[in-house]
T-cell receptor, first 111, second 115 residues
Framework: QKEVEQNSGPLSVPEGAIASLNCTYS??????FFWYRQYSGKSPELIMF????GDKEDGRFTAQLNKASQYVSLLIRDSQPSDSATYLC???????????FGGGTRVLVKP | DTGVSQDPRHKITKRGQNVTFRCDPI?????LYWYRQTLGQGPEFLTY????????KSRLLSDRFSAERPKGSFSTLEIQRTEQGDSAMYLC?????????????FGSGTRLTVV
C-alpha cells in the first residue's frame, strides 16, 4: 500500500463544472496536508494547505480534511481550461517535515 | 528573485559520468529538500537539511547520491557513476522551520538525461 494514494485519472470535466479530487493516506501521524498543481514539464506550485478537520476555501478551491477517515479532497469550482494539470496531494508528519506525495491526478477541463 | 533557484535547468550526461546540481533556497528558509520525479509519478523524497545539518536521507537512495549544504545556504546534489535509471527531474524545495501555515516552495527543477 502506498503512503499517499490518488486516482491517476484523467478526470475529464466540462468547463464551468466542479472537479472533485480525492486523496487517502496511511500514516495516522500525518498532521499537515497540501495540494499542489503541476503543469506538464513544470515544477509543482502550492494551491493550498489544510491542518484541521473540515473545509478550507480559497477562491475557487476548497480543501476538505477528515483525519478519522484519513482522507483529504480538493474541489475546483467553475473549472477553467487553465485548470488542466496534474494535481498532487502531499502530507507531512509535522510542519517543516518532509512531504510525501501521491502519484497525482490528471485533470482535463474541456471547453 | 526571491524564489528557489536551481542550476542547471537541463543536463545531458553519458552513463558513468558524475553530475552535480545546485539549489539556492529562499534566503530566510532554513529547511531545504531534494526530490526526484519521473514521468507520471509524484515527487519522491531524497533528503533534507535544516541549516547545514542533513536531517534525513531516503533509505531508497543509492550510495552514489550525496548532498551537501556546507554553510546552510545553497545545497548541491551529486550523482556519481550515473545510470540510465537516474534520468528524472530533480526538484529542490525550501520551507521555514516549523512554521505552521507555510508552504514548501519548489524550484524549477533540473532535468537529467543519462544516455
Amino acid at each position: 500500500q502506498k503512503e499517499v494514494e490518488q486516482n491517476s485519472g484523467p478526470l475529464s470535466v466540462p468547463e464551468g463544472a466542479i472537479a472533485s479530487l480525492n486523496c487517502t493516506y496511511s500514516d495516522r501521524g500525518s498532521q499537515s496536508f497540501f495540494w499542489y498543481r503541476q503543469y506538464s514539464g513544470k515544477s509543482p506550485e502550492l494551491i493550498m494547505f489544510i491542518y484541521s478537520n473540515g473545509d478550507k476555501e480559497d477562491g475557487r478551491f476548497t480543501a476538505q480534511l477528515n483525519k478519522a477517515s484519513q482522507y483529504v479532497s480538493l474541489l475546483i469550482r467553475d473549472s477553467q481550461p487553465s485548470d488542466s494539470a496534474t494535481y498532487l496531494c502531499a502530507v507531512a508528519r509535522a510542519a517543516g517535515n518532509k512531504l510525501t506525495f501521491g502519484g497525482g491526478t490528471r485533470v482535463l477541463v474541456k471547453p | 528573485d526571491t524564489g528557489v533557484s536551481q542550476d542547471p535547468r537541463h543536463k545531458i550526461t553519458k552513463r558513468g559520468q558524475n553530475v552535480t546540481f545546485r539549489c539556492d533556497p529562499i534566503s530566510e528558509h532554513n529547511r531545504l529538500y531534494w526530490y526526484r520525479q519521473t514521468l507520471g509519478q509524484g515527487p519522491e523524497f531524497l533528503t533534507y537539511f535544516q541549516n547545514e545539518a542533513q536531517l534525513e536521507k531516503s533509505r531508497l537512495l543509492s550510495d552514489r547520491f550525496s548532498a551537501e549544504r556546507p554553510k546552510g545556504s545553497f545545497s548541491t546534489l551529486e550523482i556519481q557513476r550515473t545510470e540510465q535509471g537516474d534520468s528524472a527531474m530533480y526538484l529542490c524545495a525550501s520551507n521555514p522551520t516549523g512554521a505552521l501555515g507555510s508552504g514548501y516552495t519548489f524550484g524549477s527543477g533540473t532535468r537529467l538525461t543519462v544516455v
